[in-house]
């Protein structure tokens, strides 16, 4: 092989497919996530076209009326901040520390396979499941009725298996080599957690916990089934306008009531109803991917 | 003279699962005495370190019998296990400098025994780094990461980290596997200092490490002690198994 040193570099047929393939590849591979965008911007485009007629700060504070036709969205947008405010602050403080028992604390036995288990799949039930669920446990078996806290209380137990998934992935990418120096000077696990595992996961666990607010955000059955309303009188840029124990009106619920269950409304307001659900869901994703650039920026290691 | 025996191990077995790595082991380690352990891969040198300061219980499958005994007391009977394991610095064989400053690094085992006062902290701090010829690098910069260092200088900090919990037995676990001769020659002084006031065990692939600095060398292959004795012996033309005459020679292993 190769015995005229001279010709080692020269083109053969075999290197010049070689190099043809990985083009070729590169390029597929190059396209299909470019084409990832195109949707994105396909709805955001034809949402902000449609919507453009009603869409102002006005339409965000206003309240709806003529029985939801016309007016504004203010109940719902504050209607869907309480749910999710309250939704998260119920899952991520069990999700986050249950991540750090599964994580740092559980040995390999069946009690904690089972837990992972339970975990995986609460995490694969469908949001109308839940729903259901949180209808029988939440509204009828404890007894809080259709209502915020419901409500709040079956996105907690959709949104908490991923939180924890996400918050021991977190966790996990902090070196075991560090435990267990840690671990060899005499610190107990908890001191070892405090110390070390935290602080340089902390971000990470919050990016996760902030991309649940998305979901959250999102989802209709759960909400609808437990705790939204169709219409509630408040006052326009009220702040806080529902009780805990009181149903509210919620962003998902109000667009899936005023584009399929009532007739006559103004053509552009469920689109910019669309419009300001998804830029909320942007917002707090780019908030995300703002913690997660300052995370890398001050990596350690 | 019968010397001080300061850890004493008694028919040591362990077994991963149903595959038994240390077949009943008997030795004791004097005090203030640089015990060699020298064996090829797969021997069970760190296991056994790892039953002595019981960081083999983080592997669940790991079953331990036989005792331990560290000042005549049997760790495997210890309620304070975190005491228990100040009294045993661990250096393993990566450099590990954690992602907290110089400062927090060498003061963190301290402070996890209950040390929270600066005044009491900081002489700690200087000592430790001094011993572990750390200090004149960085004194300047404390406040920057551990993890920053090169890797010779975080074995160093590593070694100063298991140092400042005051041990009175040191184990180094193949300590110079990550750094260069120099620093390795920098360190080796140091522990000819270290002895004084502490019992090192030295588990190294490097038979001549062993040589220079140990007073007695166990040869361990394949969980089990081919002979054990004073340095002049196994690195003598006349050790009692010729196994370890090949070893230390180099002819196989």
């Known amino acids: ?301 | 003279m019968t010397p001080d025996k300061h850890i004493e191990v008694r028919d040591l077995r362990l077994a991963f699962g149903t595959k038994e790595v240390i077949h009943g082991v008997t030795f004791d380690i004097h005090r203030n005495e640089i015990f060699g352990v020298i064996g090829p891969a797969q021997s069970a040198k760190t296991s056994l370190l790892r039953c002595l300061n019981r960081t083999i219980e983080q592997s669940t499958d790991a079953t331990v019998s036989g005792t331990i005994k560290v000042d005549g007391q049997d760790v495997r009977k210890v309620k304070d296990l975190y005491n228990l394991r100040r009294k045993i610095g661990m250096v393993a064989p990566l450099p590990v400098g954690l992602p907290i400053s110089i400062y927090n690094n060498v003061a963190f085992a301290p402070r996890c025994a209950g040390m929270t006062k600066k005044s009491e902290l900081d002489p700690i701090v200087e000592q430790c780094l001094r011993q572990s010829a750390l200090w004149d690098e960085v004194k300047d910069r404390l406040d920057s990461l551990g993890t920053k260092l090169s890797g010779g200088q975080q074995q160093r900090l590593t070694i100063a980290r298991a140092l400042s919990h005051q041990p009175e037995v040191l184990c180094l676990d193949e300590f110079s596997i990550a750094i260069d001769p120099v620093t390795t020659m920098r360190i080796e002084e140091v522990l000819k200092e270290l002895r004084k006031e502490m019992t090192i065990i030295l588990v190294t692939n490097l038979t001549q490490q062993a040589r220079r600095l140990a007073d007695r060398t166990m040869f361990l292959w394949n969980g089990e002690i081919i002979e054990l004795a004073d340095n002049d012996v196994i690195f003598g033309d006349q050790p009692k198994d010729q196994r370890t005459r090949d070893y230390v020679l180099g002819i196989f292993g």
């Not at chain 1, 996530?33 to 911007?41: D, G, R, T």
């Not at chain 1, 939801?68 to 869907?80: H, L, N, Q, R, S």
């Not at chain 1, 602050?89 to 089972?114: C, H, Q, T």
């Not at chain 1, 975990?119 to 669920?133: E, K, Q």
Request: hydrophobic fraction near 50%.
């Open chain 1, 1 to 301: 092989m190769n015995a005229d040193p001279n010709k080692r570099f020269t083109e053969t047929p075999m290197v010049r497919r070689k190099l043809c393939q990985e083009a070729i590849a590169k390029w597929i591979f190059r396209i299909m996530s470019a084409s990832m965008i195109v949707p994105l911007l396909l709805i955001l485009g034809y949402l902000i076209q449609r919507a453009w007629p009603s869409l102002s700060v006005g339409f965000i504070l206003d309240v709806p009326i003529r029985g939801i036709k016309d007016g504004g969205i203010w109940p719902a947008f504050v209607g869907t901040i309480y749910l999710v405010f309250i939704s998260l602050a119920v899952s991520a403080p069990i999700g986050i520390l249950a991540a750090v028992y599964l994580n740092e604390y559980a040995k390999e036995n069946w009690f904690n396979r089972i837990i992972n288990l339970a975990v995986i799949n609460l995490a694969g039930v469908p949001s109308i499941v839940h729903a259901l669920f949180g209808l029988g446990a939440f509204v009828y078996a404890a007894k809080f009725g259709c209502s915020i806290i419901s409500a709040s209380l079956t996105l907690a137990i959709m949104t908490l298996p991923v939180i924890i998934a996400s918050t021991r992935e977190s966790l996990a990418s902090v070196p075991r080599t560090f435990r267990e120096a840690c671990w060899n000077v005499g610190a107990t696990r908890w001191q070892t957690i405090r110390a070390i595992v935290l602080p340089n996961s902390i971000s990470g666990i919050l990016t996760g916990v902030i991309l649940q607010v998305s979901r959250a955000a999102g989802e209709t059955a759960p909400v609808m089934f437990t705790g939204a309303i169709y219409f509630k009188a408040v006052q326009k840029g009220d702040l806080f306008p529902y009780r805990l124990d009181e149903q509210c009106m919620a962003l998902s619920t109000h667009l899936y009531n005023i584009s399929t269950q009532v007739p006559g409304v103004r053509e552009s307001i469920p689109f910019a109803t669309a419009v300001v659900l998804l830029g909320l869901v942007l917002v707090v994703n780019a908030a995300a991917i703002i913690l997660r650039v300052w995370l890398r920026n001050r990596k350690k290691w």
